[in-house]
């Protein structure tokens, strides 16, 4: 099981991203998936995750009305549109995937991680 994140980089506040997380390795449309995030000196947090259908989504607070996922399972990927960043937003940011969906919500460790993608937003 291979998760490939990417599409990060350096934005001005206010401005947007939306990396990419490609899968591979195991039937993609099976499993729940998750974005998290790690600042500098601080723990990894919960960011957004989808549903396998993409029926259901979820969004931590501080995302919530800025970010949104989204997954084309026909492309094994799936997506996060980052509008309106903030210099806070700044951190590495993982995808992540699990059957279980309490795990891509940060109620637990999930099975399968990325390498991370970082996201600098300079003020």
């Known amino acids: 099981v291979q998760l490939q994140a990417s599409g990060g980089g350096l934005v001005q506040a206010g401005g947007s991203l939306r990396p990419p997380c490609a899968a591979s390795g195991r039937p993609f449309g099976n499993y729940h998936m998750g974005w998290f995030r790690q600042a500098p000196g601080k723990e990894r947090e919960f960011g957004s995750a989808i549903s396998w259908s993409g029926h259901s989504t979820a969004y931590a607070d501080s995302v919530k009305g800025r970010f949104t996922i989204s997954r084309e399972n026909a492309n094994n990927t799936v997506y996060l549109q980052m509008n309106s960043l903030k210099p806070e937003d700044t951190a590495v940011y993982y995808c992540?995937?699990?059957?279980?969906?309490?795990?891509?919500?940060?109620?637990?460790?999930?099975?399968?991680w990325g390498q991370g993608t970082q996201v600098t937003v300079s003020s």
């Open positions: 992540a995937r699990d059957i279980r969906w309490r795990a891509v919500v940060g109620g637990d460790d999930p099975l399968y």
